[in-house]
Antibody
Framework: EVQLVESGGGLVQPGGSLRLSCAAS????????MSWVRQAPGKGLEWVST????????YYADSVKGRFTISRDNSKNTLYLQMSSLRAEDTALYYCAKGGVADSYGPYFDNWGQGTLVTVSS | QSVLTQPPSVSEAPRQRVTISCSGS????????VNWYQQLPGKAPKLVIYYDSLLPSGVSDRFSGSKSGTSASASLAISGLQSEDEADYYC???????????FGTGTAVTVL
């Protein structure tokens, strides 16, 4: 059974930094693209970032480009999101999501974690 | 700001059929696969349709998807509507111009 467990969320001041983690199990982690998707309170889903498999290519939404960095440690089956220069509008529930097709960029998310809440406020 | 447009809400009586539209452009729906996600209240999203019209294992066959590449639009249909289908539904696709995924604005389905 695929399991994705996010952690690292919390309250942070504007301009601060935070690192999210997503521990994966139940599949061959290194073969699947992984993504972060967020949802602000009462709002819709917003894609944040994706990291591919073989070449580690990364993709970012314009809203986080230059501030967030996605990475993965295939030896630990863990996905990360390093967030810096945080803004109030980054407040959201952050989901980790698994790509649906091995050795590809996605192209859909077939498993999701339960999310970790990030609140940016002074 | 979503680039895929969905109606904010749809409602129908039990056992009836609803259709949710998703309108995009040539850079997303027109050139890439469309996927649909269901989000029950307080829960994480769940994949219900992938590759435009395929059903993931375990998802009810009351769900179906279609796409018109020429009009850059897609639809999700739910037949035999049940109270457990009350949720928010999102379409999504890769966007070649943005070089990233885009989600639809989301549609709340209400069973009357």
């Amino acid at each position: 059974e695929v399991q994705l467990v996010e952690s690292g969320g919390g309250l942070v001041q504007p301009g601060g930094s935070l690192r999210l983690s997503c521990a994966a199990s139940g599949f061959t982690f290194s073969r699947y693209a992984m993504s972060w998707v967020r949802q602000a309170p009462g709002k819709g889903l917003e894609w944040v970032s994706t990291i591919s498999t073989r070449d580690g290519s990364t993709y970012y939404a314009d809203s986080v480009k230059g501030r967030f960095t996605i990475s993965r440690d295939n030896s630990k089956n863990t996905l990360y999101l390093q967030m810096s220069s945080l803004r109030a509008e980054d407040t959201a529930l952050y989901y980790c999501a698994k790509g649906g097709v091995a050795d590809s960029y996605g192209p859909y998310f077939d498993n999701w974690g339960q999310g970790t809440l990030v609140t940016v406020s002074s | 700001q979503s680039v895929l447009t969905q109606p904010p809400s749809v409602s129908e009586a039990p056992r009836q059929r609803v259709t949710i539209s998703c309108s995009g452009s040539s850079s997303n729906i027109g050139n890439n696969v469309v996927n649909w996600y269901q989000q029950l209240p307080g829960k994480a999203p769940k994949l219900v349709i992938y590759y435009d019209s395929l059903l993931p294992s375990g998802v009810s066959d009351r769900f179906s998807g279609s796409k018109s590449g020429t009009s850059a639009s897609a639809s999700l249909a739910i037949s035999g509507l049940q109270s457990e289908d009350e949720a928010d539904y999102y379409c999504a696709a890769w966007d070649d111009s943005l070089n990233g995924y885009v989600f639809g604005t989301g549609t709340a389905v209400t069973v009357l």
